[in-house]
C-alpha cells in the first residue's frame, strides 16, 4: 500500500512531532536485545585498555565481578567471554582450551555465583590458546576439521560444566554444532543452548580483536579456508541451514554492519532467532571517527544498534553494550 498522493498524503505530517514519531516508531533497541562481549587477561589487579578499541579493558579474575556489576545491574540479559591466554600457556594443539582451571571456565565458575541470573556465552573455538592463532589444529599445512571437532567438543562440555549457558562456536569448521550437541547430551548438559557463528566471514574487521587477544601477532596466514567469502550470500543460507538441523538453537552474522543483508535474509528465512555481532573494527572505526570530533559518539551509536534490530536481529553483541544500556534506562 503506497498511501494516498501528493497533496493529499504529506509523510513529513508523522515527522513533525515527537509523540507521532514516537508513536508509529517500528522497531526499538533495548536492554534486553544487547550482549555484551568481555575479555578477561590472567594475574590480578590487572585492568589493560584494548589499544584500538577506547572503553574496553580487558581485566584479571580478581576484578571480574566489579567489572560486570554495572552491566548485571541495567539487566543486560547475557555477557560473551573471552580469554587472553598468555603466550607461554599457548601451543600448536591448544591444550590450555581443554584445562579445568584455564580463564575461561574459572571466569565461568566465577561470575555464574556472582550474577546467577546473568547469561554467560562461551567461546568455542582453538585461537585463544593455540601459538599459530588459528581456530583448530594443524595437520599437512591445512585447519584439520575432525581432529578440530574432537577438541571442541570436549571444549564446550567443559565450559557448561564450569557454568557457560550458552555455547557459542566460533570456529566454522563444518559438523561442529551436531558434534557439540551430541557431546553436550551425552554429558547431561541437555539445557545447555548453543548459539552457532553460523556465518561467520573472514573478516578484516576483527584486527582490534586479535590484538585484545594477543592472537594478530601470532596467525599464521589467514582464515579464508575455514571462514566465509565475503562474496557469498547464498553459501551463508546453507551454513545457517546446517547448523539449525545440527541442534543451533540461535544463529549469529558476524560480522554486522557491513553484513547486515545477511542479517535480513537469515532472520526472514529461517525464523529463528538471530543475532548479530558487531565486531572489533566496526567499534574501532567508529570510535576513531567520534575521537576526531566526525561522529557523535551516543547518536552513532544507537543508530547502528537500531539498524540490526531492522534489519531482523532479535539481539546484538556489541562492545557498546554497557553504553548503550546506560542511554536506553535513562
Ligand atoms: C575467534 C573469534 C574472533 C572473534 C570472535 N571469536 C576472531 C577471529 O575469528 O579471528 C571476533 C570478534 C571481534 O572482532 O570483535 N574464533
Redesign the pocket.
Known amino acids: 500500500m503506497r498511501g494516498a498522493d501528493f497533496p493529499a498524503g504529506r509523510p513529513r505530517r508523522l515527522r513533525r512531532e515527537g509523540w507521532t514519531r514516537r508513536l508509529v516508531a517500528e522497531h526499538r533497541l533495548g536492554v534486553d536485545d544487547l550482549i555484551w562481549?568481555i575479555f578477561i587477561v590472567e594475574g590480578s589487579g590487572r585492568t589493560v585498555p584494548v589499544a584500538a578499541m577506547p572503553g574496553v579493558d580487558r581485566v584479571s579474575l580478581d576484578r571480574l565481578e566489579g567489572h560486570v556489576a554495572e552491566a548485571a545491574k541495567l539487566g543486560i540479559p547475557a555477557v560473551a567471554l573471552?580469554p587472553a591466554t598468555p603466550a607461554e600457556r599457548k601451543d600448536a594443539e591448544g591444550t590450555e582450551a581443554l584445562r579445568p582451571d584455564n580463564l575461561m571456565c574459572s571466569a565461568a565458575r566465577l561470575l555464574k555465583r556472582a550474577y546467577p541470573g546473568l547469561g554467560l556465552v562461551g567461546?568455542v573455538?582453538l585461537?585463544?590458546y593455540t601459538d599459530h592463532g588459528h581456530?583448530g589444529v594443524i595437520r599437512d599445512g591445512y585447519v584439520a576439521n575432525d581432529d578440530t571437532l574432537a577438541v571442541l567438543t570436549r571444549q564446550a562440555v567443559q565450559q557448561a560444566q564450569a557454568g557457560i549457558d550458552v555455547i557459542a562456536p566460533?570456529?566454522m569448521m563444518d559438523g561442529r554444532v551436531g558434534a557439540i550437541r551430541a557431546a553436550l547430551d551425552e554429558a547431561g548438559l541437555i539445557h545447555t543452548s548453543i548459539m552457532s557463528?553460523a556465518a561467520?566471514y573472514a573478516?578484516a574487521?576483527?584486527?582490534?580483536?586479535?590484538d585484545a587477544?594477543g592472537?594478530a601477532k601470532s596467525?599464521h596466514g589467514d582464515?579464508k579456508t575455514y571462514?566465509m567469502d565475503a562474496a557469498n550470500t547464498d553459501e551463508a543460507m546453507r551454513e545457517v541451514e546446517t547448523d539449525l538441523r545440527e541442534g543451533a538453537d540461535m544463529v549469529m552474522v558476524?560480522?554486522g554492519m557491513p553484513y547486515l543483508d545477511i542479517v535480513r535474509r537469515v532472520a526472514e528465512r529461517f525464523e529463528a532467532p538471530t543475532f548479530a555481532?558487531q565486531?572489533?573494527?566496526e567499534?574501532a572505526m567508529m570510535c576513531a571517527a567520534v575521537e576526531r570530533g566526525w561522529l557523535d559518539r551516543e547518536r552513532a551509536m544507537l543508530e547502528s544498534l537500531l539498524g540490526f534490530k531492522r534489519a531482523g536481529a532479535d539481539g546484538v553483541l556489541t562492545?557498546f553494550a554497557v553504553e548503550a544500556a546506560r542511554v536506553l534506562r535513562s
Do not use: H
Not at 205 to 210: D, L, M, N, S
Open positions: 562481549p573471552f567461546d573455538a585461537d585463544p581456530d566460533s570456529d557463528y561467520k573478516s574487521f576483527y584486527g582490534p580483536f586479535r587477544l592472537s596467525l582464515k571462514q558476524k560480522p555481532y565486531v572489533s573494527g567499534y562492545y
